[in-house]
């Protein structure tokens, strides 16, 4: 059995930890701050999401019964600003989940499966770094986005209101909308994140693609408060507002076609291997999977040097096809009348509607969605 040190204990970290140290390997599961903490995010966790949870025996019950903050979430609404809108439910149940409880779960599961925690913050993993190339047989990234290449940015704030005040319609829904001042991929989002005590916590945030973010005069926060004041829904919530925070920013990296994720004994996962969905910015499924996954890579190699490649070529057959789909699905996306269109068509054709629906909560393929216009 190997001794691994796995840096960063987001989803990533944790599904590794998790995983490995249930194979028996030795674990330390190293982060720069101590748990609960907080990480910026839409806190959705897609059906992907629950699917890759289960991986770890984490279930919905486990969910409902250890989170002090959560929503079950059943459908999605998908719509242009001020313009066409579309709602289509979910066979299954996704969630919604704030970060600083979701990723606590995550940890204590780690934890509990055998990885020594510890506090520190690793700047740079380099063959000079003397401890954890001499103690360690291999070292695991999966410190988020800022070791991956980011090329999306994205903010979110969190509004409090009182459920009375919204439509009860909604409060299993997740809302995502296109505008034009998001750009052409970008998009805003209303998730319902808690109820409690009559009050609704939502998850209010925009994302944008940093190629289209540099051709805007304008800041992260500046193109938030755009959006909100553009789009009816959140509009009409600014009024009914008991309180709020600040919102926050934070990049993403979503996914590369060709990526390398592993040099010598470091093996990268999660956002610091650009796992995140390039169509969605949903980032949390992938995580876990890598983590999944680059155990297998350990655990089925005979030979070290023989990692490092295994777990390139997982990351290929598992990552590669859904990641080369969602990317020649974003590349046909050239203009935003694109977006009202595809409102429009799911409005119209019902299996097409199922299909976008399921792709963008990770229920099924991205190579799957066009053949289905046929029908
Ligand atoms: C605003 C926003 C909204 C998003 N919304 C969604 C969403 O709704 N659903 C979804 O699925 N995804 C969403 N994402 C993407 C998602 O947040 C990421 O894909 C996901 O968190 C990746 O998990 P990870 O474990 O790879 O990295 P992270 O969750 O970023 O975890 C990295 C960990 O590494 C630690 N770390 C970092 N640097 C160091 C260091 N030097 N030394 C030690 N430890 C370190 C950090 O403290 C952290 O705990 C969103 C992202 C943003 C920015």
């Known amino acids: 059995m190997s001794k691994i040190a796995v840096i960063g204990a987001g989803p990533a970290g944790c599904s590794a930890g998790y995983h490995l140290a249930k194979s028996g390997h030795q674990v330390t ?10 990480k910026i995010c839409g806190d959705g966790v897609s059906l992907q999401s629950v699917q890759a949870l289960s991986t770890m025996g984490i279930y919905p019950q486990d969910i409902k019964a250890r989170v002090s903050e ?4 059943n459908g999605l609404v998908l719509g242009v600003s001020n313009g066409n809108y579309h709602m289509q439910t979910t066979p299954l149940e996704g969630y919604c989940i704030p970060r600083f409880f979701f990723d606590n779960l995550l940890y204590e599961r780690a934890i509990n499966a055998g990885c020594i925690g510890r506090t520190q913050r690793i700047a740079n993993i380099d063959r000079y770094h003397q401890e954890l190339y001499s103690d360690f047989d291999f070292i695991i990234d999966a410190r988020g986005v800022y070791t991956g290449e980011a090329n999306a940015i994205a903010i979110r704030a969190y509004w409090i209101v009182k459920s009375e005040d919204f439509p009860e319609a909604y409060l299993s829904l997740a809302q ?6 998001l750009g052409i991929h970008g998009y805003g989002w209303i998730f319902p994140a808690d109820i409690k005590a009559g009050l609704l916590k939502l998850n209010v945030g925009v994302g944008i693609w940093l190629n289209e973010y540099q051709k805007m005069n304008a800041n992260i926060i500046k193109i938030f408060d755009q959006f909100v004041h553009r789009n009816q829904q959140t509009q009409e919530l600014l009024t009914k507002i008991v309180s709020k925070h600040k919102p926050k920013a934070y990049p993403l990296a979503t996914a590369l076609k060709g990526n390398r994720v592993s040099y010598g004994k470091v093996l990268k996962i999660g956002d610091a291997a650009n796992l995140t969905d390039p169509l969605t ?19 089925m190699s005979t030979r070290p040097d023989q990692v490092a490649e295994n777990w390139q070529h ?12 969602a990317l020649r699905i974003k590349s046909f996306r050239k203009y935003s009348f694109m977006n009202n269109m595809l409102v429009w068509l799911m409005k119209r054709n019902q299996r097409f509607s199922e299909q976008v629906t399921y792709a963008i909560v990770g229920s099924v393929p991205y190579n799957e969605v066009l053949p289905s216009l046929k029908h």
Do not use: W
């Open 29 to 38: 599961l190293i982060d720069k701050e101590s748990f609960p903490r907080e």
């Open 70 to 73: 959560f929503t079950p979430i």
């Open 176 to 181: 995502i909308y296109f505008d034009r001042s």
């Open 281 to 299: 910015g949903e980032g949390i499924a992938n995580a876990i999977l890598s983590g999944l996954h680059v155990t297998q890579a350990i655990n």
């Open 314 to 325: 997982l990351y290929e057959t598992c990552f590669e096809e859904d990641i080369r789909a």
